[in-house]
């Protein structure tokens, strides 16, 4: 028979793994198909005084292997980008 995994489902399992990682905020995921591997870019809002570097590789490593686990799918890149750093302020606009 025939699997289909749609990249809906991939976004999922990369939100779903990074939930459980201290530091984040809030995260978005976007995913790609390019040939016969997965893209998947993430997007961050961190906490302050946590060390983007290293949260950043954290998130990756954690990311493919999970994605490539559960799907059998070999990721060929997992991007992190970080948007900002929350500091619970709200903007105001006078």
């Not at 779903?16 to 990682?21: C, L, P, S």
């Not at 946590?50 to 590789?57: D, F, R």
């Amino acid at each position: 028979g025939e699997i289909r995994i749609s990249l809906e489902t991939i976004e999922n399992i990369a939100l779903a793994v990074t939930r459980k990682i201290q530091g984040i905020k809030e995260i978005k995921a976007g995913s790609a198909k390019t040939e016969e591997k997965i893209r998947v870019e993430l997007r961050v809002i961190l906490l302050p005084e946590v060390n983007i570097p290293s949260l950043s590789e954290e998130i990756q490593k954690k990311v493919k292997h999970s994605v490539e686990t559960a799907t059998g799918i070999e990721v060929s890149n997992v991007s992190v980008i970080v948007e900002n750093v929350y500091t619970g302020y709200r903007s105001r606009v006078e």
